[in-house]
T-cell receptor, first 114, second 110 residues
Framework: DGGITQSPKYLFRKEGQNVTLSCEQN?????MYWYRQDPGQGLRLIYY???????QKGDIAEGYSVSREKKESFPLTVTSAQKNPTAFYLC?????????????FGDGTRLSIL | QKEVEQNSGPLSVPEGAIASLNCTYS??????FFWYRQYSGKSPELIMS????GDKEDGRFTAQLNKASQYVSLLIRDSQPSDSATYLC??????????FGTGTRLLVSP
């Protein structure tokens, strides 16, 4: 089945540690996105990529890094510089063609501080 | 700053009633709008998209768009307890980017 797979479902970070969240899609989508959702809040864009080997900062990129070496994969690293990383992280993808394409989401990763 | 505004709710309706969810947006350049349903602890799921002024129906769901007034709405007919969730409105803001509202929590009581 086509879809977006995020792993792990739950992740715990120790002080000063970098952690990497995985996002893989087999939808052949060009565009991929990372969002952060805090309780009772909407989705805030961290990074997005419209094509392999290219990505752009979103609204809250500080303390995060990404790579896009393969079309299917868009991992997110939460660095130690991100002082408040506890949140629900959502990866999404879209075809990247035209202005009216929706984004589809993976199941998310919950990150907490130990 | 481009924004999408939603009443956080909760909006409470009895089973079988029509639930009406509203959203306003600030960016007149937004071309397309999407409604997502998010159950507690889960990821958003796309339920409707709308690009043109007027109504678009899909089963029990009707999306309405009024670009002159900059509002989008979602009507859910014959509401069921399983419709209880948070509904997120999103509008396009630039090529392939969306801005999301904070969501409206809907509670459908049996």
């Amino acid at each position: 089945d086509g879809g977006i797979t995020q792993s792990p479902k739950y992740l715990f970070r120790k002080e000063g540690q970098n952690v990497t969240l995985s996002c893989e899609q087999n939808l052949n989508h060009d565009a991929m996105y990372w969002y952060r959702q805090d309780p009772g809040q909407g989705l805030r864009l961290i990074y997005y990529s419209q094509i392999v080997n290219d990505f752009q900062k979103g609204d809250i990129a500080e303390g995060y890094s990404v790579s896009r070496e393969k079309k299917e994969s868009f991992p997110l690293t939460v660095t130690s510089a991100q002082k408040n990383p506890t949140a629900f992280y959502l990866c999404a993808s879209s075809t990247g063609q035209g202005w009216n394409q929706p984004q589809h989401f993976g199941d998310g990763t919950r990150l907490s501080i130990l | 700053q481009k924004e999408v505004e939603q009443n956080s709710g909760p909006l409470s309706v009895p089973e079988g009633a029509i639930a009406s969810l509203n959203c306003t947006y600030s960016d007149r350049g937004s071309q397309s709008f999407f409604w997502y349903r998010q159950y507690s602890g889960k990821s958003p799921e796309l339920i409707m998209s709308i690009y043109s002024n007027g109504d678009k129906e899909d089963g029990r769901f009707t999306a309405q768009l009024n670009k002159a007034s900059q509002y989008v709405s979602l009507l859910i007919r014959d509401s069921q307890p399983s419709d209880s969730a948070t509904y997120l409105c999103a509008g396009s803001t630039g090529f392939q980017k969306l801005v999301f509202g904070t969501g409206t929590r809907l509670l459908v009581s049996p």
